[in-house]
């Protein structure tokens, strides 16, 4: 059982950044994908960024050269830096572990970018 908590949602002016963390419990963390979901009112819920257990990252369009996803094994988080921010990034950023057949979710936080 995999335990993800976000935090570092919050109210941003547009140009800004954030730095978004998900902490998780349980064993395995450094063999899990991690990915970085988000949902705006009334759209579906979209990957935002994804990082493997190698390293590897991939971003959606929307958000290349702006977001960075990595990942602290040691310390079991993994992090969004959030750059340039725009009015259409605000949504709920929900954090995803997948280990195998296996994917677990946090409850999201909340980013608002709005002048």
């Known amino acids: 059982q995999v335990r993800l908590v976000e935090s570092g949602g919050d109210l941003v002016q547009p140009g800004g950044s954030l730095r978004l963390s998900c902490a998780a419990s349980?064993?395995?963390?450094?063999?899990?994908?991690m990915d970085w979901y988000r949902q705006a009112p009334e759209k579906q819920r979209e990957l935002v960024a994804r990082?493997?257990?190698?390293?590897?990252?991939t971003y959606a369009d929307s958000v290349k050269g702006r977001f960075t996803i990595s990942r602290d094994n040691a310390k079991s988080t993994v992090f969004l830096q959030m750059n340039s921010l725009k009015p259409e990034d605000t949504a709920v950023y929900y954090c995803?572990?997948?280990?195998?057949?296996?994917?677990?979710w946090g409850q999201g936080t909340q980013v608002t970018v709005s002048s």
């Open positions: 995803k572990a997948i280990n195998g057949f296996a994917a677990y």
């Open positions: 349980g064993t395995g963390f450094s063999a899990n994908t």
């Open positions: 990082i493997t257990s190698g390293g590897s990252t």
